[in-house]
């Protein structure tokens, strides 16, 4: 099944998803884009170059590892993690910028710009353009410059200019509107870096090629490690790039379920969550250049959500996982905040390993499926970043006192709450 396939229908949408809503005047940039990124995904040597840069660099093909202390505590499936954490710069976001990054040279552009809230996709995107000797811009809301003073420390000494935005609510949804100003008035020499595979065409199809490298690698490793394919494959969903990349993978295999798992945050109720499709919530609109489910209220203003994980805590989700969710191949899961501790704690203990907590979504939604099927199945789990990020929010949700106490301290000292 070839996604981007769009012979029998329009370019760029995925059933009634997708599509480009942008300024006109931003027409003639989007379709050079367009253009460079069709001439490179039929050019069989930038996939290899892509993938060599990602040995080199970032030490793929990340490992899949198996939880074998956990799948008999659990006396359930046999539970596989696909290592994305062991990327540089700790999760799967370089897969996309670094590819993106090769676009950018091959258009011939020298600089790129970036929106970012928790800081993840601008430090991702400035370790690419120190990497290609780019110009860097990164758009950050001035209460995210705030919160995130080490992300902010490392872009500004790979040599990016991080712009504190102060329209608005001063977070991500100001930087992303300052960061499209940039764009119409730069677009002959700058490039957006967007993060997720959302926004207007082509960037859903292109940020899910780059990413498909994981599950390119997933499927055949766990070929070799377990000697079949999993029943069940899991991923979190922010944006929704770690989880297409996955996916991707599998998508011929019908036997394979894909399972989304979105941030339940305190739980069902509008405002609590940013559970786009598991809750029900959201509604079809238009908005950040793509048609799509988003949590918005009944005259299309965006609702607030919470989340747990920074990275998940997103309005809008990807138009190619709304499709494939209605023609029932992906299933979509909520999993809340008390959850996500649980399973942290279970994984840490149990296996030595930190997860981000975007990530414990996959992981609290797959460890209580694998409990209760059969130890011959198997189940995989995307590890897309890893915890050590987190070490403030983490000890605050494990409620541990006496580390609570020393970690805000500790936080109040160098901004970041
Ligand atoms: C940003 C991020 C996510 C969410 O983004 P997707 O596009 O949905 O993958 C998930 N995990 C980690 C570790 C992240 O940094």
């Known amino acids: 099944m070839d996604l981007f396939d769009f012979k029998d229908g329009r370019e760029g949408y995925y059933g009634d998803y997708g599509g480009t809503f942008l300024p006109e005047i931003l027409h003639s940039t ?19 170059e892509f993938v060599e840069l990602m040995q080199s660099y970032s030490g793929r ?9 956990l799948s008999k505590q659990l006396g359930g499936a046999q539970i596989y ?4 954490d062991l990327n540089h710069t700790g999760s799967h976001k370089i897969n996309n910028v670094m590819g993106q990054g090769l676009l950018v040279k091959r258009m011939g552009k020298s600089r790129v710009i970036a929106e970012t809230g928790a800081g993840q996709h601008g430090y991702a995107t400035a370790t690419m353009a120190a990497r290609f000797g780019f110009h860097s811009k990164i758009y950050m809301g001035a209460v995210d410059v705030a919160r995130q003073r080490p ?31 940039d764009w119409v008035t730069n677009m002959d020499d700058t490039h ?46 922010g944006g929704g790039s770690n989880a297409i990349g996955l996916f991707q993978g599998f998508m011929d295999d019908s036997d394979v379920e894909l399972v989304g798992c979105e941030a339940g945050g305190f739980g069902p109720g509008k405002g609590n969550h940013a559970a786009r499709l598991a809750y029900k919530d959201a509604s079809v609109g238009v908005a ?18 919470h989340s747990v994980a920074a990275g998940l805590d997103y309005i ?41 907590l975007e990530s414990a ?8 499926e694998a409990a209760s099927m059969s130890t011959k199945e198997v189940v995989l789990i995307n590890m897309s970043g890893r915890g050590d990020k987190d070490i403030f929010t983490i000890a605050d949700a494990i409620g541990d006192d006496h580390w609570k106490q020393f970690i805000r301290a500790k936080a109040n000292e160098y901004g970041t709450e």
């Open 30 to 48: 989007i379709e050079e884009l367009k253009r460079a990124f069709r001439d490179a995904r039929e050019d069989p040597s930038f996939w290899q």
């Open 61 to 69: 093909p990340t490992p899949i590892t198996h939880l074998a202390n």
């Open 81 to 84: 993690v696909k290592r994305e």
């Open 151 to 181: 992300n902010v420390f490392w872009m500004e000494n790979m040599g990016s200019e991080v712009i504190a935005v102060r329209d608005g609510q001063q977070t991500l949804k100001d930087a992303i509107n300052e960061c499209l100003r």
């Open 192 to 237: 957006y870096v967007l993060g997720t595979a959302c926004g207007p065409h082509p960037f859903p199809e292109m940020v899910s090629w780059f990413q498909s490298i994981i599950g390119r690698e997933a499927r055949d490793q766990l070929m070799a490690l377990s000697g079949r394919l999993p029943d069940r494959v899991f991923a979190c969903v």
């Open 288 to 305: 950040q250049g793509m048609k799509t489910y988003f949590l918005q209220n009944d005259d299309g203003n965006m609702l607030e959500t």
């Open 316 to 356: 809008g989700v990807n138009p190619v996982l709304v499709h494939l969710w209605e023609q029932e191949r992906v299933r979509f899961e909520a999993v809340t905040d008390e959850q996500v501790t649980e399973a942290l704690k279970l994984t840490m203990r149990s296996e030595g390993l930190i997860p981000a």
């Open 361 to 368: 979504h996959g992981f609290a939604q797959a460890l209580t």
